[in-house]
């Protein structure tokens, strides 16, 4: 697969995976498939980590052993529900939280140690937009370019209008920060993070608090940043923010990594079902048993077991030999939101 | 296609990072026009500015000329209404009690808990400002407010006292009269020893900032440390730790005032601002550069 293909290009590629069904969801199995890849990023991972964990000081592990592989080119979406530690990691990420024990990378830069190198080349926007209320949008980016030690001064203002202009603020270039709406906001701290050619994007929650307008505009200028080539990382609590706008996802929960990979290869961790609707259900059930499926469920006269690698004909065939009636027979695969749902258990805000 | 390739571009192409010196003086001016253009901080100024004009009316009002008698009030009271000069001192005695460590309370108490406040510092820190950099410049800005302070309240009481009381060869407190230009010129050093005092306070203020992201918790806390070093000072009880009060030196200015200066109070004064900012100082760096940003 090529990383480096926009998202809806990628999602078109169903067909050309390799018909392996995971017996088990885990970040250990998703990377393996990812270094198994033949067409692997000339580059390495835009981000890595290696039992990154994070315990505060109330004893509280809020970030356990998460590692983290998101390919260069990918716009990663990391999701899980509120709470489930996904601000601790990115604080973790950009160094502003010292992890407990494991250590990361990005673009191939050891962090901390070499936070001053690499975090110029890495724009950022961490759990919502945070400005001087009494600084007009303009110049709360020329403070942030200001603390840039490697920014030129003689082009910020052209870099600041520039990155106003991208996020369609520079008619309140000189509005204070305090009169502008939740979506300007949001915004402003996007085109701080603009400011110059950045190969790493991390944004959390941008379209936390947005109008449904103000959501497709943030979206909008993500598919924008990463057609150009940069490598964006964004965390959501919405299933469909990411369903939309990523090629790879890592779910957290209760702060573990259950899950990363590209979000064909989540469709496919949901195991198939194979539905059989009969007049004669506990003859159909035993046929199911008979053949060794798993999870053989009756409900009136439909019944259900997980397909495994059966083939639904054979089933099928299996089934008419035995002298069950069937009326229908489908095989049925879990939605996302059932996914999501069953990997970072009850309470998910799967609809926003 | 590789993003790498279309960074290391133009990073080629491009005269590559400013000078670490232009760098960090782009942030400092940076620091400044935030701290010297919050209207906050302009109406702090104010204050300062206006208490001077203040005492000198009630001087002018209140009290007709009485020639060298001591009347019990502040010290510097009675030598006003003979020569307008030391007006300069009278205010800068009376707002260091409070009001100007007050002042200054309030802005470095704002530094990191400020930024904190608002969320600015995570953001800061991801630029990379540098930890150690930023709070350079904010203890580099923080010494330049109560420098700016000092030098209000002295050039503020002086055009008072000038156009309020008469002015003339100034009669040190040891009895020498020395020239109106050689006062002024003490009258200058007395401002920068105030200045260092603040300083001091100032380091003192910016390592509580660290410790929290409410800024009116550090002020509150720094302006409770003041009164209460100034309470302890005042106990004879405590005579013998008495030297090692932040706020202890503070007012000992006046040994610049006599012929000779009285240098080993002077620099006694001194080496207790230098302590004081440095041991302050390193509980700040050490509390920024390894703590958790949560804010």
């Known amino acids: 697969m090529d990383l480096f293909q926009p998202p809806d290009v990628h999602r078109g590629h169903l067909g050309s995976f390799p018909e392996v069904e995971k017996g088990s969801v885990s970040a250990a199995t998703a990377h393996a498939a990812g270094l198994a890849d033949p067409a692997a990023p000339l580059a390495g ?15 509280q592990l809020a970030v356990d052993a998460v590692d983290l592989d998101v ?3 990918a716009v990663y979406g990391f999701l899980g529900p509120n709470g489930s530690g996904k601000t601790t990691t990115i604080r973790m990420l950009l160094g502003l939280v010292h992890p407990t024990s494991g250590s990361h990378e990005l673009l191939g ?9 690499v975090l110029p080349r890495v724009g950022s926007l961490v759990e919502g937009p945070a400005f001087y209320p009494f600084l007009s949008g303009q110049q709360n980016l020329a403070r942030i370019d200001a603390a840039d030690r490697t920014a ?17 603020l520079l008619a309140a270039a000189k509005k204070r920060y305090r009169a502008y709406s939740l979506g300007m906001k949001q915004r402003l701290a996007i085109a701080a993070g603009l400011l110059r050619p950045r190969e790493l994007i991390i944004l959390d929650e941008p379209t936390n608090g947005l109008d449904p307008q103000g959501t497709r505009e943030v979206r909008a200028l993500v598919r924008e940043i990463a057609t ?4 964006v990382f964004v965390s959501s609590h919405l299933l469909a923010e990411v369903e939309q706008i990523c090629s790879h996802v890592g779910v957290m929960r ?9 979000l064909d290869e989540l469709r496919r961790t949901g195991a198939a079902r194979i539905q059989v609707e009969t007049p004669d259900p506990a003859t159909a059930s035993a046929v199911l048993e008979k053949i060794g499926l798993a999870d053989t469920q009756v409900a009136g006269d439909e019944v259900s077991a997980q397909l495994g690698d059966f083939l639904p004909e054979r089933l099928c065939a299996e089934l008419v030999h035995a002298g069950v009636p069937v009326r229908g027979l489908a095989t049925v695969r879990p939605s996302l939101e059932d996914l999501f749902v069953r990997l970072t258990g009850e309470g998910f805000d799967v609809d926003g | 296609m590789s993003t790498a390739e279309l960074e290391a571009a133009p990073a080629a192409a491009g005269a590559g990072p400013p000078p670490a010196a232009l760098s960090w003086l782009r942030l400092l001016r940076s620091e400044l026009r935030l701290v010297f253009r919050r209207r906050r901080n302009l109406a702090l100024l104010a204050v300062v500015a206006v208490i001077p004009v203040i005492i000198g009316i009630a001087l002018r009002l209140a009290a007709p000329p009485r020639n060298g008698g001591n009347g019990g009030g502040p010290p510097f009271l009675d030598q006003v209404a003979g020569n307008g000069v030391f007006l300069t001192i009278l205010s800068l005695t009376i707002l260091l009690t409070l009001v100007l460590p007050l002042v200054v309370a309030v802005v470095s108490g704002d530094t990191i808990a400020g930024e904190a406040g608002y969320g600015t510092l995570r953001y800061l820190l991801t630029v990379p400002a540098g930890r150690t950099r930023l709070l350079g410049v904010k203890y580099v800005s923080v010494v330049a407010f109560g420098l700016c302070a000092s030098a209000v309240i002295a050039a503020v ?3 008072c006292g000038v156009l309020l009381f008469p002015v003339g060869p100034v009669t040190l407190l040891s009895g020498t009269t020395i020239s109106l230009a050689d006062g002024l010129l003490r009258v200058l050093f007395v401002t920068l020893y105030v200045a260092g005092a603040m300083a001091a306070l100032g380091a003192i203020g910016v ?3 660290t410790f929290t992201e409410h800024a009116i918790g550090a002020i509150a806390a720094l302006a409770i440390i003041v009164v209460a070093s100034e309470v302890g000072d005042n106990v004879p009880q405590f005579g013998a730790v008495h030297p090692y009060l932040p706020t202890h030196w503070w007012t000992m200015f006046d040994s610049i005032l006599r012929a000779p200066v009285d240098t080993t109070t002077l620099l006694h004064g001194l080496l207790s601002f230098g302590v004081y900012i440095l041991i302050f100082g390193s509980i700040a760096w050490a509390r920024f550069t390894s703590g958790d940003i949560t804010s």
């Open chain 2, 157 to 159: 009481s002086l055009i």
């Open chain 1, 152 to 168: 030129d001064p003689r082009t910020a203002r052209q870099r600041i209008d520039g990155a106003l202009d991208r996020v369609g």
């Open chain 2, 207 to 209: 390592a509580i900032s």
């Open chain 1, 228 to 231: 150009e080539g940069t490598t």
């Open chain 1, 45 to 59: 991972p835009a981000i890595i980590s290696t039992g990154l964990s994070k315990r505060f000081r109330g004893g």
């Open chain 1, 109 to 117: 830069t050891p962090m901390p140690a070499g936070a001053s190198r």
């Open chain 1, 71 to 73: 390919p260069r080119g």
């Open chain 1, 254 to 262: 209760t702060g573990r990594l259950v899950f990363q990979g590209t």
